[in-house]
């Protein structure tokens, strides 16, 4: 059974299993109805659920589309409201930007008219101010405080100044001097009292509106624009300038000091050069005081005006404070930095006087300073007036355009002008430097406490000094006969001032830079100082020294003028000196007075001087002194019309001396005139010569006069020569100094006119100077006198030129014992020019060991005198070759600027080497030395020697289109002088 039940087991199973089947597939299906009605309604729900998410998706997006759509429009609005506001704002912004730019726009216009309505007016008063001989008295300038750093490494200064001053009258400008400075505007400022008083008044300080350099007239325009209130005030510059190589100005000199060369800082503002330092009224009217301040090397010494105060180191620098000046002219400031030693004495009175040289020269040194003291000690008793300042400086410079400058309390001199070395300079040097420091302490009154009111009255300074500086050094040395050495030295005036281009003494000055063309000449100086001593003779010399110092107390510390000073003289005397002396100081020239005897009546006859031989117009009151046979038996008068007459019988009571006495016209030399005498009185003068009746002033003066006329061609040159002869043996220094210079001109004419008469000329001159110079020999004698030391350097100087064989030789010897020992005892400085002289006559061009062994010396030697004793030597060769080397050696970097000048008086035979030599070198020489009066020295030099009129027109051809102002007038003195020459050489071709 077992096995049934499975089989109906399985039959129910199967059964099982197909209702099972069946009922899952029934299952199934509705399984599958219910999920196809699942996904039918699922889809329904889908489709619904889409349709309401579609439907509310484009609600939405509708909603959305709305809102964006609002929003856009909103924005739309919005943004249109906003283009409609931002466009009112626009407008308004464009109104009012129109506004303002049309208001700007008026208001540039307005201010650009004003700008050019002032700057108009600004150009209208420039031009006003341009070109005018003084600056405007707008402003007066009464301090200055200086402060300045020089830097002597690169030569370049920088400065302030600040200045008291007055406003005078209602201005915007100021105007003051400046030139090659550069200016820093921003640093200018004008401050009114008020202003320097309370801070608060800030308007009160001024800034300038326009800064003009007018370079042309040396000034500095600064314009306020508006008016400047009138009162004190501060007015503060700040500036840098170039120590310049000009030697004007602030300048560098340099030195050697143990073999390294080095720069020195000095000024040299005479004339009108401060302005080139520092801004300025550099006017000598406009004094003021001073307080300078320096800011230099720590171990150079510095000197200033006035003595030192304060010195305040800081390492390698060191600041430098003087005392506050007196009131002085602005060219009379004086700084000097450098490296120096020095000596010093006081006066009796406490002054403290020193003498400032390089390191190691103090030695040379002390004879200066000797004569200082003395001197500051005799002016005061003179003038009885006192130094007026606590300190008196004397500085030796090395490179110095003039002798000397007499700076207040601050003297600078070149070293030729200060040092003495008792064993290597020369007599002569020993007077000229006495004179040099009489005449500049002279200044410190002439000049420095007295001022000229302007530069036409510079005569007053230059001729006055001159003239008392003879009188001084006569004091201190009366054996060295100074009155009549001043006769010699004023010989060149006379022969200046007979010149048609010749100039009064006063010459109105209309601008600065003609000062030095018109005024620092022999005219004003030495012409100035001949008129104050024919002055002094007229008047008596108590009287004139009363005067002067009454003169002196008046105007201390103040200026005055030509007038001021007659009106003193006139004061004193009760004399027409006012009406007397204007015919002397306000025209040109001098008179001529011709005398001749007629039935013991003396005719004199006055007219005009010209060195050309032709009559001038001038007319003089003429103080004439005369003396008849003895000079006791004198007369004095004034010749104030063209002519007059004397009878002989009011000075001599013997009838017997009528016929024979003789007549000396300006008896001792004291008028400033020539005299032409009749042939009778003439061979009488020359008798009373020979017999030395006569004075040597005197016999000087007949000598100079007859030179004058015979090159007039108003006498002959026979005559001359017969009237020299008359003086040989001749030993009075004076006259015979005069017979050597009119030799050396008498010889060039000769050579010109023929060569027989030059040969015999130069044996006359031989033959009458050699009996003098065998008398005084080669070596100095002892005792003997001053003059004879000068003298005897001079005459064998005179034997060299004119190829005296004796003379030639025993001067080389001389000088060949010299090259072996510099000691030695041979060659003495008083003989030391002729010895070079003579070494020089003898050197050619195939012969050159003298030229070569001066060249020597010269590199060798360290003493300026012995520089300036060779340099006047080398061109004294008869050698055109030589001549040329030794002129351009002076052009060369060996020779100082200032010195190249002593070597332009050429021997004869040389002229037209040193003619071709200065054409050809004239661009150089111009651009060196064409700013200063040294220029004027390579001119007359060169071109004043010829004698034909073919070299007058080269030369004023060649120089046709030159633009130096400078060399104007010289040139013109210097053809007149060649067309003289040759006048007179047809003259001498005649006879």
């Not at 002008?417 to 000229?432: G, I, K, V, W, Y």
Request: hydrophobic share 40%.
């Amino acid at each position: 059974m077992w096995y049934l039940i499975p089989v109906a087991g399985v039959v129910g199973v199967a059964t099982y299993a197909i209702i099972q089947f069946l009922s899952a597939e029934e299952e199934r299906k509705q399984k599958r109805r219910r999920e196809e009605e699942n996904e039918r309604r699922r889809g329904e729900e889908e489709d619904a659920r889409r349709r309401r998410e579609e439907e509310e998706n484009e609600r939405r997006r509708r909603e959305e589309e709305d809102a964006r759509r609002r929003r856009e429009e909103e924005e739309y609005e919005r943004r249109r409201r906003e283009e409609e506001e931002n466009e009112r704002r626009r407008r308004e912004e464009e109104d009012t930007r129109r506004r303002r730019e049309e208001e700007e726009n008026e208001r540039r216009k307005k201010e650009e008219e004003d700008a050019k309505e002032k700057f108009e007016s600004h150009k209208k008063r420039m031009e006003q101010l341009k070109g005018q001989p003084r600056l405007p008295k707008f402003a007066d300038p009464k301090r200055y405080d200086i402060w300045l750093k020089p830097d002597l490494s690169t030569c370049k200064f920088a400065g302030s100044v600040a200045i008291e001053l007055n406003i005078a009258a209602d201005t915007c400008f100021i105007v003051l001097n400046a030139v090659e400075l550069s200016i820093d505007i921003a640093s200018i400022s004008f401050t009114h009292h008020l202003a320097a008083i309370d801070a608060s008044n800030s308007n009160q300080v001024f800034k300038p509106l326009y800064v003009d350099v007018v370079e042309e007239d040396e000034i500095l325009v600064l314009d306020f624009s508006n008016t400047l209130p009138i009162g004190n005030g501060l007015l503060t510059i700040s500036f840098k300038g170039t120590l310049n190589d000009k030697m004007k100005g602030f300048y560098r000199s340099t030195y050697e000091h143990n073999g390294e060369k080095k720069n020195m800082a000095v000024t040299q503002f005479e004339p009108a050069n401060a302005r080139r330092c520092f801004p300025c009224w550099d006017e000598p009217a406009c004094k003021a005081m001073f307080k300078i301040t320096l800011d230099v090397p720590s171990q150079l010494v510095a000197l200033s005006n006035m003595p030192i105060i304060e010195e305040k180191v800081d390492g390698d620098l060191k600041t430098v404070s003087y005392q506050e000046s007196p009131i002085m002219s602005t060219y009379l400031v004086a700084i000097v930095v450098g490296l120096f030693d020095y000596v010093e004495n006081l006066t009796s009175d406490g002054v403290k006087v020193r003498l400032y040289c390089q390191v190691g020269k103090v030695n040379e040194g002390k004879f200066a300073l000797d004569i200082s003291v003395r001197t500051l000690e005799f002016y005061k008793e003179y003038f009885a007036v006192p130094y007026f300042l606590p300190k008196l400086d004397m500085v030796a410079i090395p490179d110095f355009v003039f002798g000397a400058m007499e700076n207040y309390g601050l003297v600078t001199c070149c070293e030729t002008a200060l040092l003495f070395d008792n064993q290597h300079s020369a007599t002569a040097h020993e007077q000229r430097l006495a004179i040099v420091v009489a005449h500049q302490l002279a200044h410190q009154w002439f000049g420095n406490l007295v001022t000229m009111e302007w530069w036409t009255h510079l005569w007053l300074n230059e001729g006055f000094t001159i003239w008392v500086s003879y009188l001084a050094v006569n004091h201190l040395f009366p054996e060295w006969e100074m009155w009549t050495q001043f006769l010699n030295d004023c010989t060149e005036v006379l022969r200046l001032d007979g010149l048609a281009e010749s100039l009064p003494i006063e010459v109105e000055i209309n601008h600065a830079r003609e000062i030095e063309e018109f005024l620092f000449d022999t005219i004003s100086n030495k012409k100035g100082a001949s008129v104050i001593w024919m002055l002094q003779s007229y008047l008596g010399a108590e009287c004139f020294q009363r005067s002067l110092a009454s003169y002196i107390k008046k105007f201390a510390c103040s200026n005055a003028k030509t007038e001021d000073l007659w009106a003193a003289f006139e004061e004193g005397s009760g004399e027409p000196v006012n009406k007397l002396m204007n015919s002397w100081t306000k025209q040109k020239g001098f008179p001529v007075v011709s005398v001749k005897v007629k039935d013991q009546i003396l005719e004199f006859e006055q007219s005009q001087f010209l060195a050309s031989g032709y009559l001038g117009e001038g007319q003089w009151i003429v103080p004439i002194t005369l003396c008849c046979g003895l000079y006791d038996v004198h007369k004095n008068f004034l010749l104030q019309t063209k002519s007059d007459t004397l009878d002989m019988k009011e000075l001599l009571s013997d009838e017997s001396n009528l016929t024979s006495a003789w007549v000396k016209l300006n008896f001792n030399q004291t008028g400033f005139y020539r005299v032409k005498y009749d042939e009778d009185l003439s061979a009488k003068l020359r008798y009373a010569i020979e017999k030395k009746y006569l004075s040597t002033i005197d016999r000087f003066g007949i000598l100079d006069d007859s030179f004058a006329l015979c090159m007039a061609r108003q006498q002959s040159l026979n005559s001359l020569l017969i009237l020299m002869g008359a003086y040989s043996g001749e030993l009075e220094y004076t006259v015979l100094s005069n017979l050597i210079n009119i030799s050396y001109k008498v010889e060039r004419i000769a050579a010109d006119a023929n060569l027989e008469l030059l040969e015999f000329v130069k044996q006359f001159f031989i033959s009458l100077f050699v009996r003098s110079a065998m008398k005084l020999g080669w070596e100095p004698k002892k005792g003997e006198s001053h003059l004879d030391a000068m003298l005897r350097g001079e005459v064998w100087t005179a034997l060299a030129v004119f190829g005296y064989d004796p003379a030639l030789k025993e001067g080389s010897r001389r000088f060949h014992a010299f090259l072996d020992d510099r000691n030695t005892p041979l060659l003495h400085p008083d003989i030391r020019k002729a010895a070079y002289v003579a070494v020089m006559r003898r050197v050619s061009s195939s012969n050159k060991f003298g030229f070569e062994s001066l060249l020597r010396v010269y590199r060798e030697t360290d003493l300026s005198q012995e520089k300036t004793r060779i340099l006047s030597s080398l061109t004294s060769s008869p050698d055109p070759g030589i001549i040329l080397e030794a002129l351009n050696f002076l052009l060369s970097s060996e020779v100082r600027t200032q010195d190249a000048v002593l070597g332009l008086a050429v021997s004869r035979e040389g002229r037209e080497t040193a003619w071709t030599w200065l054409k050809d070198n004239w661009e150089h020489i111009s651009k060196t030395w064409g700013s200063g009066y040294l220029i004027t020295r390579f001119v007359n030099s060169i071109v004043s020697p010829f004698a034909s009129f073919e070299k007058a027109n080269e030369i004023e051809e060649f120089f046709a289109n030159c633009t130096e102002s400078k060399i104007t007038r010289i040139l013109k003195q210097s053809i007149e002088q060649v067309h003289i020459n040759a006048n007179w050489v047809q003259s001498v071709q005649n006879e």
